[in-house]
């Protein structure tokens, strides 16, 4: 069955990055993209990003151009996202999931990780 | 940015009654070319990701049951829930996939009166 499993909670200082990471199994993943969302209190749902596993190429929403950065690894399945430059503001829970294109619905998710960046 | 805006914030409806959210979105999400509407509907449960219950503004989602139903075209869209069940209190939210960036509306609360 379709799986997408994320990396555990992450606790981080203000400045610091992290990354978070999402192994895909039970599909061919060269054939979905890979999308990144995260979920705050109060700015609800906001798309990061995305990334296509097959060449690796990449969009990212203009809040986040220049922090965030994604990548994959085809050996293993796996999406990497990185957040850099963290402030309180990005303690959310991050996402990620599987659309079949750039302009798709989200058929599949993550079960999320809990990023907290505190001092 | 498309600005999806849904109403309202919370509803509460008997077990068995209708239940209705609507989106609205700042720009038409239809397609000419292809005449689909690039808007979906997701559940979320407490302590766990969105769930896909609607795309293409009326196609429901393998597994989701018939009692869920969207509708609309161009910048107004309804989810319909027709009978009201208990598993159904979630949050709900509209998306729109038509433009990048994706963006989703604030959620509705639904709840049990």
């Known amino acids: 069955q379709v799986q997408l499993v994320q990396s555990g909670a992450e606790v981080k200082k203000p400045g610091a990055s992290v990354k978070v990471s999402c192994k895909a199994s039970g599909y061919t993943f060269s054939s979905y993209y890979i999308l990144w969302v995260r979920q705050t209190p109060g700015q609800g749902l906001e798309w990061m990003g995305v990334i296509k596993p097959s060449g690796g190429s990449t969009g990212y929403a203009q809040n986040f151009q220049g922090r965030v950065t994604m990548t994959r690894d085809t050996s293993t399945s796996t999406v990497y996202m990185e957040l850099s430059s963290l402030t309180s503001e990005d303690t959310a829970m991050y996402y990620c999931a599987r659309a079949w294109g750039d302009h798709a619905p989200f058929d599949f998710w993550g079960q999320g990780t809990l990023v907290t960046v505190s001092s | 940015d498309i600005v999806m805006t849904q109403s309202p914030d919370s509803l509460a409806v008997s077990l068995g009654e209708r239940a209705t959210i609507n989106c609205k979105s700042s720009?038409?999400?239809?397609?000419?070319?292809?005449?689909?509407?690039?808007l979906a509907w997701y559940q979320q449960k407490p302590g766990q990701p969105p769930k896909l219950l609607i795309y293409w503004a009326s196609t429901r989602e393998s597994g989701v049951p018939d009692r869920f139903s969207g509708s609309g075209s161009g910048t107004d869209f309804t989810l319909t829930i027709s009978s009201l069940q208990a598993e159904d209190v979630a949050v709900y939210y509209c998306q729109q996939y038509y433009s990048i960036p994706i963006t989703f509306g604030q959620g509705t609360r639904l709840d049990i009166k």
């Open positions: 720009q038409s999400v239809l397609y000419n070319s292809n005449n689909k509407n690039y």
